[in-house]
């Protein structure tokens, strides 16, 4: 009898075992996130009628910029221990079988990328729905209503020869979170909000944005990714430039980390200090070459401003900085 007692024991404690495993292997860890509300302004004293007067000489009317990615940088221990565990029930999808709305923005945002492949996920705990992955590898995550959660590089082409398609682990492996664009913001008055997004919590040590060409016909920054107007002595200057560039935004102490936890409302401002960009470039040089009643400064001006423009675009990327609200 005692025997008999003991093989059922054994039995029972492989049942058991066998169940936990099978658990694991469909049991999901969803990523602990919080609300980011990321914001962006122009520093400037306000003046009737104008954004802001940078100094006795120059007044600003509108500044524009074009950011097409924001990517934060975890700390070296500040990395959230995040698994994401892909359950064997994920639908795989052809691109006619994704929703009309995230056909359009691939085609529009990747057009030269084709479609690899897709998922719809079957996890109500993950913070997306939609899982597309593009030829070149980059993984891009779509909540329910199609907008974009985050994005994920990988280091090999879709199923290229050395390519890992780790069925373990989802978003959330990588150093850094990505938000990708494009936004297009009006600087001309007041913060505006860039976008609102639930990010991991951890502690991030870098921010950074890359800052593109407009892609809008229908946007005075089409082909271009920046653009301020104003009054240099009295006369009209506009000042554009067309650089794709990433550079980092930190804190004015640079030894401050972003720590995003759940114990205070995030939010974040980048502050484009526009009194220190326009104090640091002279522009008593800058000509109106043409006579059209214009200083154009830009890299491909017809007033000789050329070496202004980038003077001012290094000025801009030089004093943008990274706020609490």
């Known amino acids: 009898m005692r025997i008999k007692t003991s093989i059922l024991s054994v039995l029972g404690a492989m049942f058991l075992l066998a169940s936990c495993s ?9 990523v602990a996130t919080t609300n980011l509300s990321i914001k962006a302004k122009a520093s400037l004293n306000s003046t009737s009628g104008r954004l802001a007067k940078a100094n006795d000489n120059v007044e600003v009317n509108s500044f524009l910029i074009n950011i097409s990615n924001i990517e934060f940088e975890y700390a070296t221990s500040g990395k959230p221990v995040m698994g994401v565990a892909k359950s064997d029930d994920d639908i795989n999808l052809s691109f006619e079988e994704l929703p009309i709305e995230i056909q359009n923005y691939l085609t529009t945002n990747y057009p030269n990328d084709a479609f690899c492949k897709a998922e719809l996920e079957d996890d109500n705990d993950d913070p997306y729905m939609y899982e597309v992955e593009l030829n070149s590898g980059l993984e891009i995550y779509f909540r329910a209503d199609f907008s974009v959660y985050a994005t994920e590089q990988d280091d090999e082409p879709c199923n290229g020869s050395n390519y890992d398609d780790d069925d373990d682990n989802d978003w959330g492996d990588d150093d850094e979170v990505n938000l990708v664009g494009p936004f297009e913001l009006d ?37 271009k990714s920046i653009l301020v107007t104003g009054t240099i002595d009295g006369t009209n200057f506009e000042f554009y430039h067309t650089f794709d560039e990433d550079f980092e935004v930190d804190y004015e102490d640079v030894g401050q980390n972003l720590v995003i936890d759940n114990t205070n409302n995030a939010s974040i401002v980048f502050n484009f200090d526009l009194n220190a960009v326009f104090n640091s470039v002279d522009l008593s040089n800058a000509a109106d070459g043409n006579n059209n009643g214009i200083i154009e400064i830009n890299p491909v001006d017809n ?10 675009k290094n000025a801009i990327v030089l004093y943008a900085e990274l706020q609490d609200d």
């Open 303 to 312: 007033d000789g401003n050329q070496a202004l423009a980038n003077q001012l």
């Open 187 to 223: 600087l001309s008055n007041d913060a505006v909000t860039v976008v609102d997004v639930d990010i991991p919590l951890g502690t991030y040590e870098e921010v950074e944005f890359e800052m593109n060409r407009s892609s809008n016909s229908a946007s005075p920054l089409y082909q």
């Open 22 to 30: 099978d658990d694991d292997n469909t049991s999901s860890t969803p």
